[in-house]
């Protein structure tokens, strides 16, 4: 919730809006001797818990108003320095000094306010000690632009009378003048307050302070509410130029990311026939260990007897006989056969290239037959096919 109060030399005027409905109203009228700020706190004691924030409108008696057109050669700032620097140059000066403020209107004119330093002085102190957070003190009569229609509008307060022209949502003149104008009153519905039946016009000024958008706000140099506009400005400004710098970062990130792989793809490209080379090298390497590898195993699994009967056939005489040779994988050989003399075998066996530890096998038995005895052995060797018979 937030709380809408509109100041003027004979009345104070509050009221709490929630969603753009008044839910609280309240008045108090304001005595020559009476402080303002014990007048405020006295009101903003009334209110409605929750409302933690409010807004202030000065009355067209506390706030002096005025539109610049035709700006030509000077921007809104130059201007607005240069009425902060001579207020006296525009606005009515009752020997104390002013508070002045400007923003840019559409159709190069600028408004301008001032009011009293002392006076926003007590504002600021009454809106305090009440517990509020003071959001801004507005002129009443931009307020009132805001939400009031297009064309001319007199509103009279009691003591005088605001015209306010209005063209396409934009305020294009204002001014005041002591008593009743001829220009007839608005209709009731023009100052409509949701909330408030008869007497929403007596509480416009509040309601539009509290739901109006404002272009400007009246504060002193140095105040909090100064210093909360500067520093919400300087956040604003730091989280601007921090997201700026880091879309930059990753702007920059992108394009280097881009640019580095642009840059390998083009390695890659360079390096292609070297490393399809390279591939297709290892490739044929691996076929040739596969065939070698086929080649030892068939050099492995290839029988030995042929070579083992050569060296037999021209180590033994044709005197002896042989029945049986067996080979095992191991490399054993036992041979089985007749000859004049058993032992003789060994000795010739054991003085032939490839074989191994000859030796007689079991009882060596004699056989006679056709008037010659020959002896049956049994002979066992290792056969080393490694060594090559010359």
């Known amino acids: 919730m937030r709380l809408g109060i509109s100041v ?18 309240a008045q108090r009228p304001r005595d020559d001797g009476d402080p303002l700020a ?67 209107l559409a159709h190069r004119r600028l408004v301008i306010a001032a009011a009293e330093s002392a006076l926003l002085c007590e504002i600021g102190e009454g809106v305090a000690a009440a517990g509020l957070r003071l959001d801004g003190i507005v002129p009443a009569t931009l307020g009132m632009a805001a939400l009031l229609p297009g064309g001319v509008h007199a509103r009279y307060d009691g003591t005088g009378t605001d015209v306010l022209e209005i063209a396409r949502g934009s305020l294009v003149a204002a001014r005041r ?12 519905d023009v100052h409509h307050v949701p909330g408030l039946a008869d007497e929403g016009a007596a509480y416009f000024e509040a309601y539009a302070a509290a739901v109006g958008r404002v272009p400007l706000r009246l504060a002193m140099p140095g105040s909090g509410v100064e210093r909360q506009r500067r520093t919400r400005r300087m956040l604003w400004w730091s989280l601007t130029v921090a997201l700026v710098l880091w ?48 080649v030892a195993t068939a050099r492995l699994a290839r029988s030995h007897d042929a070579a083992l009967l050569a060296v037999l056939t021209k180590v033994l005489p044709d005197s002896v006989y042989l029945l049986a040779l067996r080979r095992a994988p191991t490399g054993a050989v036992t041979l089985v056969g007749y000859a004049p003399s058993a032992a003789q075998v060994v000795a010739w066996l054991s003085t032939t290239p490839g074989v191994k530890d000859p030796a007689l096998q079991g009882p060596v038995t004699r056989e006679r037959g056709g008037g010659n005895g020959r002896e049956r052995f049994v002979v066992a060797f290792q056969w080393r096919p490694e060594a090559r018979v010359p």
Request: contains cysteine; glycine residues 8%; hydrophobic residues 50%.
């Open 38 to 104: 014990d007048a405020l706190l006295a009101l903003a004691a009334e209110r409605p818990r929750g409302a933690r924030t409010a807004r202030v409108a000065l009355a067209s008696d506390c706030c002096q108003v005025k539109i610049l057109t035709e700006l030509r050669g000077v921007s809104p700032a130059q201007l607005r320095r240069a009425v902060a620097l001579r207020p006296a140059r525009w606005f009515l000066q009752n020997g104390g000094p002013l508070v002045t403020a400007g923003a840019p």
């Open 8 to 25: 003027s030399r004979t009345m104070l005027r509050a009221v709490g809006v929630a969603r753009g409905r008044v839910v609280w109203a």
């Open 177 to 188: 003048s002591a008593g009743g104008t001829g220009i007839a009153h608005p209709e009731p």
């Open 247 to 294: 879309l930059a970062a990753g702007t920059l990130l992108w394009l280097r990311a881009g640019r580095a792989a642009t840059a390998a793809r083009a390695s890659v490209d360079a390096i292609a026939p070297a490393v399809d080379r390279a591939v297709a090298l290892q490739r044929d390497i691996g076929r040739a260990d596969e065939l070698l590898a086929l």
